[in-house]
């Protein structure tokens, strides 16, 4: 049986309701999205992505249907408020002009499945209304007064209650639809709150896995088995990605009010639900306003009532950092360089291209370990500029890092520890602008040698003699000068007599510094870079 689905959206939210499709595709659910557009853009862009499982309804075609909605709108209600008060002609419109339709669920578009929804229409039944509640986790509790049920899921039948529930939901509507509580009113929201107790033919949604999101997940155990995420012992049938909303500065990225426990105590939720859906909301902005040049001038939508408290970017282990960096990754990518001339991301190669070539094996294979190699850039320019050759490439990187990387870039393996990348040895073994960052930068480099078959590539190191205790404070990302990363000073003599020691020669600086010294306090500061191999 095929589900009818209707959701509103402007050109602004049309990734997230991409990544909807996408998921209710992944899951090979039998659905039909009626798709109401509340930009002219937005509908532009999706008649020329032609998406077959999706219809599109202009928010003119919608207000010719029901013209009291141009009442409304023509008043006092602020953008956000009058897309609000839209919500239950939706359903409406679609029960209305499509033959034979006797159920529609209303969706927002900032949800992603992980199941077959068959599952909540089991639960459902012939019921005519289904809503989903809240259940809020207890520090959430003080939400409680935005409503018990939340809007994100609301399924209707055209049956006498079913239709009559509409109605009435369209007339509170229209009466009152502020961003604003108001006693027992908020928003579209808290009318559902009366539902129970006026319309007997209602099924109140009691699956735990149906409408998890950032204010419920904190009450269940979430654990990833048999390919599956589950709430305790139930399957993970959507979440709602709610308090995700865009960053200015840079464009592009998101912040993300995660869940309060979850986000210190559970891997599950932040690495494998929200970092993996980040990584592809970013990809999926990136990729629209690549392919739709108006996107990138269009207006956003303001929420002047919304507050988002967000703290400052906490470092290197940041989600925006994280998110900012694969973005660039992302571009980079998209850009072809030719061979003398990489993109901003893979500068140093041509300083080491000549040592690929000698690494590979007769049949062209090689392996090498990137630490501290970011989003695999490096590997992506090796492979434009040596197509013959069959590269393995690794990346050791920060967790965050990781997350992203492995839902965005499948051509890089990922490892966040040393531990696990350096069971194995690598015909070279890369470290650029990142082993300072090392707490013990000297154990990390003997386990870097002892991962090292051929060659191991140190670059733009901070080096000097007798530099033990002195910290650097660098700003590495242009774009995000508050992403600050703490590093030390090498004593790049010690350096080369530990590589000696394990079997490496330095066969010569690969980036011959220029000019004098740099002078901070007593130490005099260059940054180096070397080239060594194994006999």
Same mark, same amino acid.
């Given at each position: 049986?095929?589900?009818?689905? =209707? ?5 602004n939210?049309l990734?997230?309701?991409?990544l909807m499709?996408e998921?209710l595709?992944?899951?090979k659910?039998?659905f039909?999205?009626?798709a109401? =557009?509340?930009?002219?853009l ?8 032609a998406l077959?499982?999706?219809?599109i309804?202009?928010l003119?075609?919608?207000?010719q249907?029901?013209?009291e909605l141009l009442?409304v709108?023509?008043g006092?209600? !602020? ?5 609000? !008060?839209?919500t239950?002609?939706l359903?409406?419109? =679609?029960l209305?002009t ?6 529609i ?6 949800l992603e499945f992980?199941?077959d ?5 089991d ?7 289904a809503i989903i509640p809240? *259940?809020?986790s ?5 939400d #409680?007064?935005?409503g018990?049920?939340?809007v ?6 055209a049956?006498e ?8 939901w369209?007339r509170? =509507? ?8 108001d006693g ?6 808290r009318?559902?709150d *009366? ?6 033919d209602?099924?109140?949604?009691t699956l735990k ?11 269940y155990?979430v654990?990833e088995r ?7 012992d ?14 200015p500065?840079p ?5 993300a009010r ?5 986000f210190k105590?559970?891997?599950v939720v932040? *690495?494998?639900?929200y970092?993996?859906?980040?990584? #592809? ?13 108006a996107?990138?001038n269009?207006?956003r939508?303001p929420r002047?009532g919304?507050?988002v408290?967000?703290p400052?970017?906490?470092g290197?282990?940041d989600?925006?950092v994280?998110?900012?960096?694969? /973005? ?5 990518r998209?850009?072809r360089?030719?061979?003398d ?6 500068e140093?190669?041509?300083y ?12 062209? #294979?090689l ?6 190699g ?14 013959d050759?069959?590269i393995?490439w690794?990346v ?14 499948a051509d ?7 531990d696990v ?8 073994? /890369?470290?650029i ?8 930068w000297?154990?990390?480099?003997a ?6 078959? #051929?060659?191991?590539?140190?670059m733009?190191?901070?080096s ?8 650097? !404070?660098e700003?590495p ?15 790049d003599?010690?350096?080369c ?12 600086d ?13 130490l005099q500061?260059?940054?180096r870079?070397f080239l060594?191999?194994?006999a």
């Open positions: 049986m095929i589900h009818h689905y =209707c959701s509103y959206f402007d050109h939210y990734p997230r309701a991409l499709v998921s595709r992944a899951q659910a039998a039909h999205l009626h109401f =557009c509340l930009s002219d937005c509908a532009a862009m999706l008649r020329e992505l077959p499982e999706v219809s309804v202009e003119a075609t919608l207000e249907r029901f013209p009442v709108k023509a006092d209600r !602020t953008p956000i408020e009058y897309i609000f !008060t839209m239950p002609f359903p409406a419109y =679609c209305e499509t033959p034979g339709l006797d159920e669920t209303y969706l927002d578009s900032d992980h199941d929804p068959q599952r909540v229409f639960h459902i039944g012939m019921r005519s209304i809240h *259940r809020f207890p520090d959430q509790a003080e #409680r007064h935005y018990e049920f939340n994100g899921w609301v399924t209707f039948r049956t209650q079913g239709l009559r529930c509409l109605k009435d369209q509170n =509507c229209l009466a009152w639809c502020y961003d604003r509580l027992d009113r908020y928003a579209d929201q009318y559902l *009366r539902w129970p107790i006026t319309y007997q209602l099924k109140i949604v896995g149906a409408n998890a999101a950032n204010y419920n997940i904190d009450n155990q654990s048999d390919g599956r995420f589950w709430c305790d139930e399957p993970l049938i959507f979440y709602h990605f709610h308090g995700v909303v865009p960053e500065e464009e592009g990225i998101y912040f995660f869940p309060l426990r979850h105590e559970s891997a932040m *690495r494998r639900l970092r993996p859906y980040l990584a #592809r909301l970013v990809a999926k902005t990136y990729a629209l306003k690549a392919g739709f040049a996107l990138a269009a207006a939508l002047p919304m507050k408290f967000k400052p970017i906490g290197w282990w989600d925006r994280s998110q900012a960096r694969a /973005l660039r990754a992302l571009e980079f998209e850009r360089p030719d061979v001339a990489p993109a901003a991301g893979a140093r190669l041509p080491f291209a000549d040592t690929l070539q000698r690494a590979a094996d007769p049949q062209g #294979r392996s090498v370990l990137d630490w501290g970011g989003f695999g850039e490096y590997g992506a320019a090796a492979r434009r500029f040596f197509p050759l069959t393995d690794h050791v990187e920060v967790s965050t890092v990781c997350d992203y990387g492995g839902a965005l870039f890089t393996r990922f490892h966040e520890t040393d990348a350096l069971e194995r040895t690598f015909d070279i073994v /890369l470290a602008g990142a082993l300072h960052c090392s707490v013990d000297r154990g990390t480099l386990r870097l040698a002892a991962a090292t078959r #051929r060659f191991l590539i140190l733009d190191l901070p000097g003699s007798n530099a033990d205790g002195f910290t650097l !404070t700003r990302l242009p774009y995000m000068p508050q992403a600050v990363c703490l590093g030390g000073v090498v004593d003599a010690d350096l007599r530990r590589a000696a020691q394990a079997g490496l020669t330095l066969e010569r690969l980036v011959p510094w220029q000019g004098a010294p740099l002078q901070i306090g007593p500061l260059t940054y870079s060594f191999s194994r």
